[in-house]
């Protein structure tokens, strides 16, 4: 029979030899352990090091890369936008506008107009990136736009709200109202997935799953539901709103100031109002094609100066700050 040297579970409890090399082992307290200490967080310094290094290229080397010099062959930054969205762009004006012409002569300084605005609508964008008519797009794109892109820090975060042309909506909970959105905007991907937390069943535990129990049930009663209809367009949300047939239709705020505020004379709007509960949030983003990261890291590297330094509130306040 094989020798048990320390003694481990027997009444007699840890034999001396056991402590004895217990004690030996490196100690991370005290003056004694300093060097070990250090050590340690050399070793934890080096992966965070390569991520940085791997994802904060210097500038040098992304200005000298295959996408910015394709940039600087044509002698021109192509940017797509929306040419429709007050204080993001309009007639060539705006929050983006203004972004996509700092980004233009930072890749060409030396350009007397590097940039060239391309109007897009939110169903041709990505085919003008697909085809490279365009080199970046800067239209109210959101990561939910989808994964074959490349996508910069977000310049901009909006609000998506519930609106209403009743005050008497404005206090209650959106699951209490008709509300209509469009499935496919970016406001409407958020109050869809509002919409599934708030219907949700509860969830399984690991632990359950693991030993294989039944799923939990619901108490009657105990799920909330939303009476939701889905639309094909702006005008189709509209139209719902104004004829009655929903309570209140899901919008960012960039489309509220759109259509309520910029625009709502021309259209004979009336007055709207917004529901107390929001329902989430969108962030805006440059957006390039997955294989022409470059622009999107020196988008990356512009917003963070500009972030940095308060420029970048200043133009937010500039074009949206000011809405009437």
């Known amino acids: 029979m094989r020798r048990n040297p320390y003694?481990?579970?027997?009444?007699?409890?840890?034999?001396?030899?056991?402590?004895?090399?217990?004690?030996?082992?490196?100690?991370?307290?005290?003056?004694?352990?300093?060097?070990?200490?250090?050590?340690?967080?050399?070793?934890?310094?080096?992966?965070?090091?390569?991520?940085?290094?791997?994802?904060?290229?210097?500038?040098?080397?992304?200005?000298?890369?295959?996408?910015?010099?394709?940039?600087?062959?044509?002698?021109?930054?192509?940017?797509?936008?929306?040419?429709?969205?007050?204080?993001?762009?309009?007639?060539?004006?705006?929050?983006?506008a203004e972004l996509a012409l700092r980004l233009a002569r930072r890749i060409l300084p030396d350009a007397e107009e590097p940039l060239k605005l391309v109007p897009v609508t939110s169903t041709t964008v990505t085919t003008k990136l697909a085809d490279g008519s365009v080199d970046l797009a800067a239209a109210l794109k959101t990561k939910s736009s989808g994964s074959?892109?490349?996508?910069?820090?977000?310049?901009?975060?909006?609000?998506?709200?519930?609106?209403?042309?009743?005050?008497?909506?404005?206090?209650?909970?959106?699951?209490?109202?008709?509300?209509?959105?469009?499935?496919?905007?970016?406001?409407?991907?958020?109050?869809?997935?509002?919409v599934r937390?708030?219907?949700a069943a509860p969830e399984q535990s690991m632990l359950d799953k693991l030993l294989r129990r039944?799923?939990?049930?619901?108490?009657?009663?105990?799920?909330?539901?939303?009476?939701?209809v889905r639309l094909g367009s702006y005008e189709e949300l509209l139209?719902?709103?104004?004829?009655?047939?929903?309570?209140?239709?899901?919008?960012?705020?960039?489309y509220v100031h759109k259509y309520f505020e910029a625009e709502r004379e021309a259209l004979e709007l009336p007055e709207c109002y917004l529901l107390e509960q929001t329902v989430g949030e969108v962030e805006y983003r440059f957006m390039a094609n997955s294989e022409d990261p470059a622009l999107t890291r020196l988008a990356d590297m512009m917003i963070y100066e500009m972030k940095s330094s308060g420029e970048l509130d200043k133009l937010v306040e500039k074009y949206i700050g000011q809405r009437g």
Not at 12 to 36: D, F, T, V
Not at 152 to 172: F, G, K, M, P
Not at 241 to 246: A, E, F, K, T
Request: charged fraction near 20%; glycine fraction near 10%; include cysteine.
């Open 197 to 199: 937390e708030l219907t």
């Open 7 to 96: 003694k481990i579970g027997r009444t007699r409890g840890i034999s001396p030899r056991l402590k004895q090399w217990l004690n030996n082992l490196p100690n991370l307290k005290g003056h004694e352990g300093r060097w070990l200490r250090r050590g340690l967080i050399f070793i934890l310094l080096i992966p965070i090091a390569l991520i940085a290094v791997h994802f904060l290229k210097p500038e040098t080397s992304l200005q000298n890369s295959v996408e910015i010099g394709r940039v600087r062959s044509k002698g021109v930054l192509t940017v797509a936008v929306r040419d429709d969205m007050p204080g993001f762009c309009e007639n060539g004006e705006g929050l983006e």
């Open 239 to 254: 139209d719902a709103l104004l004829s009655g047939r929903i309570d209140a239709a899901v919008m960012a705020g960039a």
């Open 214 to 228: 039944p799923a939990p049930t619901a108490a009657p009663g105990s799920i909330t539901s939303v009476d939701t």
């Open 148 to 194: 074959g892109y490349a996508y910069s820090y977000a310049y901009y975060t909006d609000t998506v709200y519930a609106v209403t042309l009743d005050r008497a909506h404005v206090s209650q909970p959106v699951h209490e109202l008709r509300v209509g959105y469009i499935p496919n905007t970016p406001a409407g991907t958020v109050f869809a997935s509002y």
